[in-house]
């Protein structure tokens, strides 16, 4: 079903008219910060990847045809935005992103953990995991992306996903299992 409000606030905005931008903001920003922050794993950090992610947005707005919602489509933008200025700034470090236990990556309540020490044993275990692997579990697990569009998404091939998401998977359970994350010194490098 065709949200005509929607679809009216988009028109305006490719008008230029601000209020509709604004509408659009208001209606989708909560979504945009979500899905960036889980990426991001920073709140600092997260609030820049959906400004950057709207200013694309509206920059593009004129690009947007309306074959799906302009809900998924913003969201999209968003995760393209992210993940392209989360590879840009570890290519500028030249170093592999690391998740050190500082973070507080991902939301530990959708996860299926019984207790809050659970909970939070395995929002450190996803901290602990490679940046690929995160990412891919994320976006398939939690955003419900196939392979062919975290393909895409990342620039990497279908079986480097399926394989990066096995491999999360394993490694996550390990981790969980092993409880090597429980403790966590955040003084120390690990």
């Known amino acids: 079903m065709v949200d005509v409000t929607e679809t009216l606030l988009v028109r305006r905005a490719r008008a230029g008219q601000l209020e509709a931008m604004q509408q659009l903001y208001e209606r989708h920003a909560s979504r945009v910060y979500t899905v960036v922050r889980r990426l991001a794993g920073d709140d600092e950090l997260a609030a820049d990847l959906a400004q950057d992610a709207w200013t694309s947005a509206f920059q593009k707005i004129r690009e947007f045809r309306g074959e799906a919602a302009f809900g998924t489509w913003v969201h999209r933008i968003a995760v393209n935005t ?20 500082r973070s507080t990556v991902g939301n530990p309540d ?3 953990a019984t ?3 659970e909970r939070l044993t395995v929002q450190r275990a996803l901290e602990l995991l490679p940046d690929g692997y995160r990412s891919v579990l ?7 992306y196939t392979h062919e569009e ?7 091939a279908v079986g480097t996903s399926k394989s990066q998401l096995a491999k999360a998977r ?10 090597r994350v429980e403790v966590v010194d955040h003084g120390a490098s690990q």
């Open 150 to 156: 975290i393909g895409a998404q990342l620039g990497i």
């Open 110 to 112: 959708r996860w299926p």
């Open 115 to 117: 207790g809050a020490a």
């Open 82 to 101: 992210a993940l392209t200025r989360l590879r840009q700034a570890a290519r500028r470090r030249n170093l592999e992103l690391s998740f050190d236990g």
């Open 170 to 179: 394993a490694r996550l359970r390990a981790l969980v299992s092993e409880s």
């Open 138 to 144: 994320w976006l398939h697990d939690v955003e419900g």
